[in-house]
């Protein structure tokens, strides 16, 4: 069975979009099989893994993106799989095993324009297409919107892991509380809708460390985060193993330009190769930070 996850916090801008694109390239490049949702409107990790060009076909009538299987509804989740998304100028495919079901800017609509049948919410329409495809995949990744609004709610609900991206300030730890709190709503709004075969509802296994400085002490907000990830676990409202994860990203330029490059960072080459203090790379902090989600498991 698949592992799948989604990346979310309640603070917009910390880095859900990067960090998850760049894990699942990783991901693929140590032989997983990885499937991405696309599930934000802003459609940020489409646009960045097909280019402008492929996107902006899909975005024309919205044929091919993750609304069309509600509205009109007549698409299926297997049909809207784009395999081995990343490919270079002349479409050679630079990075199997990476497959992405893209969105386009209509997924707004399903915020309010959808009304579905209320005996089966749009996330259980989502879930039970998916089920058909899971066997397929290592990992299934969700990237979201920093809510769980209706487009984010298919992402959380079909997962049962969950990781918080998050920078050194104050404002990334009101955006984890609030995601908790919502969380926990909306697991007792979804409860009845669940069976024993979707697993557990995904809950806070960990919290990533995104765009590090160099030279920046992050032991203040780093202790303020644990105390409270203390007191989710204490509370059950985070997985009991959950932690902060010992990988952390660095800020580093070329995670910024490989947005405008079309490719995930450990494709840009010899500008993210380069080493930075320590011999190290951003690549290897990606390369890591896959591992240790490999490492840390489901439990
Ligand atoms: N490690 C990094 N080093 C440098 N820049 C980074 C790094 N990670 C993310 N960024 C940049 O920070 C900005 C926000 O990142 P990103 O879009 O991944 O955040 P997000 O949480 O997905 O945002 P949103 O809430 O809008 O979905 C982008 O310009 C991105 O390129
Ligand atoms: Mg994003």
């Known amino acids: 069975m698949?592992?799948?996850?989604?990346?979310?916090?309640?603070?917009?801008?910390?880095?859900?979009?990067?960090?998850?694109?760049?894990?699942?390239?990783?991901l693929a490049k140590l032989g997983k099989r990885v499937l991405l949702f696309d599930f934000d409107t802003?459609?940020?990790?489409?646009?960045?893994?097909?280019?402008?060009?492929?996107?902006?076909?899909?975005?024309?009538?919205?044929?091919?993106a993750i609304y069309s299987i509600f509205e009109p509804g007549r698409a299926k989740v297997k049909e809207l799989v784009i395999k081995d998304v990343?490919?270079?100028?002349?479409?050679?495919?630079?990075?199997?095993g990476l497959d992405l079901v893209p969105t386009t800017f209509n997924l707004v609509d399903l915020e309010n324009e959808y009304n579905g049948d209320p005996k089966r919410p749009h996330y259980l329409v989502f879930y039970e297409q998916l089920a058909a495809i899971e066997a397929n995949y290592d990992f299934i990744l969700f990237d979201c919107p920093p809510?769980?609004?209706?487009?984010?709610?298919?992402?959380?609900?079909?997962?049962?892991?969950?990781?918080?991206?998050?920078?050194?300030?104050?404002?990334?730890?009101?955006?984890?509380?609030?995601?908790?709190e919502k969380l926990f709503k909306f697991h007792q709004l979804s409860a009845s809708f669940r069976t024993a075969a979707m697993g557990a509802p995904a809950q806070v296994q960990g919290l990533i460390f995104n765009s590090i400085k160099a030279g920046v002490d992050i032991e203040v907000p780093k202790m303020r985060l644990q105390l409270r990830l203390n007191q989710f676990r204490t509370a059950k409202r985070a997985a009991p193993t959950a932690k902060i994860f010992?990988?952390?990203?660095?800020?580093?330029?070329?995670v910024r330009r490989a947005v405008?490059?079309?490719?995930?960072?450990?494709?840009?080459?010899?500008?993210?190769?380069e080493a930075g203090p320590g011999g190290d790379n951003v690549i290897n902090d990606y390369r890591k930070l896959a591992g240790e989600i490999i490492q840390h498991g489901g439990n």
């Open 2 to 26: 698949a592992r799948k996850i989604c990346f979310i916090n309640y603070k917009g801008g910390v880095g859900k979009t990067s960090l998850i694109v760049n894990t699942a390239a990783a």
């Open 42 to 64: 802003q459609s940020n990790a489409s646009i960045w893994l097909l280019r402008l060009d492929r996107w902006n076909k899909i975005n024309a009538n919205g044929d091919g």
């Open 86 to 96: 990343v490919e270079g100028k002349a479409g050679e495919k630079l990075l199997p």
């Open 147 to 180: 809510n769980i609004l209706r487009a984010s709610q298919c992402g959380v609900f079909a997962s049962n892991e969950m990781y918080v991206p998050v920078n050194p300030d104050a404002l990334s730890l009101i955006g984890f509380t609030l995601l908790v």
């Open 246 to 254: 010992d990988t952390q990203i660095r800020d580093a330029m070329v």
């Open 260 to 273: 405008a490059l079309g490719l995930p960072v450990a494709l840009v080459g010899s500008e993210a190769a």
